[in-house]
């Protein structure tokens, strides 16, 4: 493999700098000391050319002494007794079977129910009141009905 420019003679200098002529994920493989004796040669070959690995390289190795300068951190009070209790899955198996049927009913109900009746505009029962209160008190036209109606005939 030429260091640098991506091409790769074999299988395993292909797997430590990919096509695209950076080393990547071998970076902390290397670190990490997880490269066989051929991929880690052509890991240190190409950080020897390629200025961009050379600095995630760098990178890398920094992020991980931050890491590791961290202090340890202490569990929750109880993890490890609440670990140690014996998992009882009867409970929760029927609270859920509960719990699944009635989102199944419910769904169900929603499917089925009728719909509602879609809104008539304007609305049929007020103008139903409206005429019959109006014909109560007498409009024009039922007002004149009795001046058409003879009231008295004489033979």
Known sequence: ???????GAGAGA???VPGDGHAGDSLSALLDG??????????QAHLVTCLACRHEMET????????RALPPVEPP???????????RPGRRRVAMAFLGAAAAVAAVLVSVAPAPPPAVDPNVATLIEAHATSAVEG????NL???GVPVSINP
Request: glycine share 10%; aromatic share 8%; net charge negative.
């Open 1 to 7: 493999m030429t260091p640098g420019t991506g091409e």
């Open 14 to 16: 292909g797997a430590a």
């Open 34 to 43: 997880e490269l066989s004796p051929a991929e880690e040669s052509a890991v």
């Open 60 to 67: 890398i190795g920094l992020a991980r002494q931050w890491l």
């Open 77 to 87: 009070f109880g993890l490890y007794e609440r670990m140690l209790v014996p998992y």
């Open 139 to 142: 409009d024009a036209l039922t």
């Open 145 to 147: 009905a009795p001046a």
